[in-house]
């Protein structure tokens, strides 16, 4: 009997080693990741740059404590703003306790307002993380079912719906924030509209709401821009990061610019992992990376390039509802549950993921080159064809 605390239906594989976009199982047979880990491998497998400045800091220091200064920690901070136009950042372990720190931020901030129980204006489908802070902030039931009593102070709207949200706030003095991802990546890759976020801005502003962006999946370059909401050419007051940050290496982080600059203060919130040298280290390497190799051009030219295929070789499937996304985030809709294709791409050599029950989800390396995409490509028609003709 497995020891393992009983939380992942794991697929029957596991991986020796990586090499760029591939991956390695323990008999030796490669697989293409399409996946990334989720978002996670950004500069794919074992990117030599990545491996020595990991290297190298491993043999300097691992870790410290904030307690002490943290000259990396400091330099990443300065890093990270520079790209978002931000102001402060708070280095975490997760995309979880990186929204959780928005969370209480944005509550901080209310009652600094004088709010004594501030609300979050939250959407449908949204997917902020697994603690009990973020799951009661996620719109999803399933995450949350067994684990009540939720957390209060969220209020749910409808994902990319300006009219229904801002009558929903008609008339309420509690609300003091709104969390959006400007991808929806566990909610089947839906990509808000740049007129929606620059609505949101402009109402933020109105209402002196914090706009706070979850840019844990969608976020360091996978959408072509740094981040994914720069593209409709706004600000958020707060945004938090992960996943694709450290290539691997846990870190996440919260961002906060304009009216939610200085709301923590010294005692407010901590970690004690978070932004550690060995983290930053990945981080800082993983960003320099994106920009020495234009990592965000190839994200958005490759992404289109497999976009651009997948709709010629699925034209006039009727199982096909859509595809969509930004870059290196897709997804194609099936208008059926499909995730026995994940098992089936396994078995060709694919790593794909299925999200939302009917959304196959792409998430590639940063660096993936044209040949894996068609590859790619190639593999998941084939399987997307086979899989609706077995119906
Ligand atoms: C994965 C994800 C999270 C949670 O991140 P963890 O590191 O698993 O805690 C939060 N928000 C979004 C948008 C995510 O995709």
């Not at 074992?46 to 190298?56: C, D, F, G, Q």
């Not at 914090?210 to 707060?238: K, N, Y």
Request: hydrophobic fraction near 45%.
């Amino acid at each position: 009997m497995s020891h393992l605390m009983n939380t992942y239906g794991r697929l029957p594989v596991a991986f020796s080693h990586g090499e760029g976009s591939w991956l390695f199982d323990l008999a030796g047979k490669r697989y293409l990741d399409a996946l990334s880990g989720i978002a996670v491998s950004t500069l794919g497998h074992n990117h030599p740059r990545l491996v020595k400045a990991i290297s190298e800091q491993v043999s300097q220091v691992i870790h410290t404590s904030n307690l002490y200064g943290i000259p990396l920690q400091e330099a990443l901070s300065d890093k990270l703003a520079s790209l978002a136009g931000m102001d402060e950042v708070f280095f975490c372990n997760s995309g979880a306790e990186a929204n959780e720190a928005a969370i209480k931020l944005a509550r901080l901030y209310g009652h600094g307002l004088g709010i004594a129980e501030p609300a979050i204006l939250v959407m449908e489908q949204s997917f902020h993380g697994r603690t009990l802070a973020t799951l009661s902030a996620t719109g999803n039931k399933k995450v949350q079912v067994g684990f009540e009593p939720l957390v209060g102070g969220f209020v749910r709207v409808p994902f990319d719906d300006l009219a229904t949200l801002a009558a929903t706030a008609e008339g309420r003095s509690d609300i003091v924030a709104v969390l959006v991802e400007p991808v929806q990546g566990e909610g089947g890759i839906r990509v808000a509209h740049q007129a929606y976020l620059q609505a949101l801005r402009a109402l933020c502003d109105e209402r002196k709401w914090l706009l706070m962006f979850d840019e844990v999946q969608c976020g360091i370059g996978r959408t072509g821009d740094w981040f994914g909401h720069q593209s409709a050419g706004v600000r958020p007051d707060v945004m938090s990061l992960a996943k694709g940050l450290g290539s691997g290496v846990p870190i996440g982080a919260c961002l906060a610019a304009g009216r939610a600059t200085g709301t923590f203060k010294p005692g407010n919130h901590g970690s004690t992992f978070g932004g550690n040298p060995l983290a930053c280290a990945a981080a800082l390497t993983t960003l320099s990376v994106i920009e020495d190799e234009d990592l965000r051009s190839n994200a958005l030219r490759v992404g289109d390039l497999i976009r651009a295929r997948l709709v010629a070789a699925l034209e006039g499937e009727e199982g096909v509802k859509d595809i969509r996304g930004v870059g290196l985030m897709i997804g194609i809709e099936l208008d059926r549950p499909c995730g026995a294709l994940v098992i089936q791409a396994l078995e060709a050599g694919l790593l794909i993921n299925v999200t939302a029950d009917k959304v196959i989800r792409l998430l590639p390396p940063l660096n993936f080159s044209e040949e894996d995409a068609l590859t790619l490509v190639e593999g998941v028609t084939a399987l997307i064809r086979g899989f609706l003709a077995a119906q």
